[in-house]
């Protein structure tokens, strides 16, 4: 009996994490990039040694979205989907103001970032005061809270929920990288997205979504306006 009820405690084994941004803001680095670019490696390259930054998910993210809309050009990206396109297009249109994307694009807190084609050096990142953002993640359940010293604050939220992968490598066989391998790292694989609210500087919610494998991955968690400008993030691998 006693061998029977420590198989059942085995099976039913919970898996739980705690996660909590600090109060000053975390930064989102969005790169729009595709396999089928042959000037995207580079800045591909660049992302992934983000990876040995001591100040990574303490004060920024690196998020890795490929796009598919260099796919006819002989490769079909590995990573690529129409949803990172769309994102991509309305921040240019919607939010830039302008009627055009490429790649490789870095985004900055929802700000177009040109100048990493001129020096490649880290940019600079605002350190003020964003609230405490936290997420407790229970097998496939997550509670993601907020909280603002601003009880004034009032606001129509986006919940963000991303699943990124690194260390995947691919051999290009076609396209403009032909014969090339392809390293990527902070590669987004899942984005799911909630709409909620922010009552008197205070938020919490709970949601459901499937995590396969853990090798690998990370959780990243952002809250933004409906205008796409972010207000908080955290992130950490599992």
Not at 126 to 148: C, P, R
Request: aromatic residues 14%; positive net charge; glycine residues 2%.
């Amino acid at each position: 009996m006693k061998t029977l009820i420590i198989i059942f405690l085995l099976f039913q084994t919970v898996f739980a994490q705690n996660f909590k941004s600090p109060e000053n803001k975390v930064n989102l680095i969005e790169l729009y990039t595709s396999e089928g670019c042959s000037s995207c490696p580079s800045a591909d390259k660049w992302l992934n040694n983000l990876e040995n930054n001591k100040n990574l998910f303490k004060t920024f993210i690196p998020l890795a979205f490929h796009v598919t809309y260099w796919d006819f050009l002989g490769w079909k990206d590995s990573f690529g989907k129409k949803a990172f396109d769309k994102r991509q297009r309305n921040y240019s249109s919607n939010v830039w103001k302008k009627n055009s994307v490429y790649t490789p694009q870095f985004v900055i807190n929802s700000k177009e970032y040109k100048q990493w084609f001129s020096n490649k050096k880290f940019p600079k990142i605002t350190n003020e005061y964003a609230g405490i953002l936290e997420a407790d993640l229970e097998n496939n359940k997550i509670k993601v809270l907020y909280s603002n010293k601003n009880k004034n604050m009032n606001s129509i939220i986006n919940v963000n929920i991303l699943i990124l992968e690194n260390n995947l490598k691919v051999f290009v066989k076609k396209g403009e990288n032909k014969n090339k391998t392809l390293v990527h790292n902070f590669v987004v694989k899942d984005f799911y997205n909630y709409k909620s609210e922010i009552k008197n500087g205070e938020f919490k919610d709970s949601y459901t979504f499937n995590i396969k494998n853990k090798k690998n991955k990370i959780l990243v968690v952002f809250i933004s306006s409906e205008s796409n400008q972010q207000i908080q993030a955290l992130g950490s691998y599992l």
